[in-house]
């Protein structure tokens, strides 16, 4: 059973960083591309991060280029997104994505909700102003 577990969201100030980890098992995690996802209230999940099955390719929304920071263990079977100046458009819940297709082989790394096959329960991040 594969299972997906975020955790590191909580109430932050404008301006501040965060730290969220996702914790993946029941799967060959080295196989999958990851990704980071969130959902503010009243919208569309959009993609924040995604990073290829080795870490060595990594793609950003125009939103958080610059700003947050997508990396894995394979060892640990772990993904993280380090979020910097964080801005109250930020406010989510943030979600944690696995791919199994095998595209980030080849450096694909899919950017629509549609494309992941596995996802964990959400973590809320309230960013104040």
């Known amino acids: 059973q594969v299972q997906l577990v975020e955790s590191g969201g909580g109430l932050v100030q404008a301006g501040g960083s965060l730290r969220l980890s996702c914790e993946a098992s029941?799967?060959?995690?080295?196989?999958?591309?990851m990704a980071w996802f969130r959902q503010a209230p009243g919208k569309e999940r959009e993609f924040v991060a995604g990073i290829s099955w080795s870490g060595s390719r990594a793609y950003y929304a125009d939103s958080v280029k610059g700003r947050f920071t997508i990396s894995r263990d394979n060892r640990k079977n772990t993904v993280t997104l380090q979020m910097n100046s964080l801005e109250p458009e930020d406010t989510a819940v943030y979600y944690c994505?696995?791919?199994?297709?095998?595209?980030?082989?080849?450096?694909?790394?899919?950017?629509?909700?549609?494309?992941?096959?596995?996802w964990g329960q959400g973590t809320q991040v309230p960013v104040s102003s």
């Open positions: 994505a696995g791919d199994s297709s095998g595209r980030s082989y080849y450096g694909e790394i899919p950017a629509t909700p549609a494309e992941y096959d596995y």
């Open positions: 029941g799967l060959t995690f080295s196989r999958y591309g």
